[in-house]
């Protein structure tokens, strides 16, 4: 779409915001109005699959998958927009509803050797695998928790060591994300993800693209900091070399 603009900046973004969606561009542009049923069809996209993380494990709760989904509320210029997916599952009752799954490929899954740590980063609803992640390691413990608010269960019983970062506190916090949290505790995760240890941690990411982006900068600046890189270029292939073996996995979004 291309729009005059005598100051050459870019009005598609706030375009987009202003119209979020084809009523919004009806009432815009009346003339659209004046397509038929097949061109209209023939001009909007095809609605893409909604792909949420499983936040459940088959072991604690079989034949049954569970989703933390969070709600879309986009509020502009006084009007909410929701999230179609999200809003239409927080307003289903409880009860059967026919719904077409599409599974997808995955290599974010645990380790087949329980005893192999595992470290975990997450940011809002990123956590969703996770959850699924301390049911399995507590079923294989024989602990039979529940994940309770804030995961106190599983700190409670020593499965997990937990760091929060929070990002809205007043005054801030120094450690206000999760790649502060990272580096603040660089010496621990070495020796959880040192290449030299016998069970070195496999590392699990979640979250938005840029989160992820930022939590592997710090993890290269953990490998530099200890000696296992040099320079900009040592730190990425120290990254790249942990995805190839398996070691670093990542279930991120835009």
């Not at 996770?130 to 928790?145: H, S, V, Y």
């Not at 290269?220 to 900009?232: E, H, R, W, Y």
């Amino acid at each position: 779409m291309t729009m005059p603009d005598h100051n050459n900046n870019d009005q598609y973004p706030a375009f987009v915001r202003q119209h979020r969606n084809l009523l919004d561009l009806q009432k815009a542009f009346p003339q659209v109005n004046q397509l038929d049923l097949g061109q209209f069809l023939a001009a909007v996209s095809v609605m893409q699959p909604r792909r949420y993380s499983i936040a459940s494990s088959p072991l604690q709760h079989p034949g049954k998958v569970h989703l933390t989904v969070g709600v879309v509320d986009d509020l502009v210029q006084g009007q909410h927009y929701y999230g179609l997916a999200s809003s239409f599952l927080s307003r289903t009752s409880t009860g059967p509803i026919r719904a077409t799954l599409k599974p997808s490929k995955s290599t974010f899954a645990l380790p087949s050797d329980p005893s192999v740590p595992i470290l975990m980063v997450a940011a809002g609803t990123g956590l969703s695998p996770f959850r699924g992640f301390l049911q399995e390691r507590a079923q294989q413990r024989a602990a039979g928790q529940y994940i309770g608010k804030a995961l106190e269960a599983y700190v409670n019983d020593g499965l997990l060591e937990l760091r929060i970062a929070f990002s809205r506190i007043t005054p801030p916090s120094p450690t206000k994300y999760v790649q502060h949290q990272l580096l603040a505790h660089g010496g621990d995760v070495w020796r959880l993800i040192d290449p030299e240890n016998t069970k070195a941690a496999n590392i699990y990411v979640c979250g938005s693209d840029a989160m992820s982006s930022d939590v592997r900068r710090a993890f290269a600046t953990i490998a530099t900091s200890f000696g296992a890189a040099k320079a900009k270029d040592g730190a990425v292939a120290f990254n790249q070399n942990l995805i190839e073996d398996g070691c670093y996995n990542e279930d991120v979004w835009g």
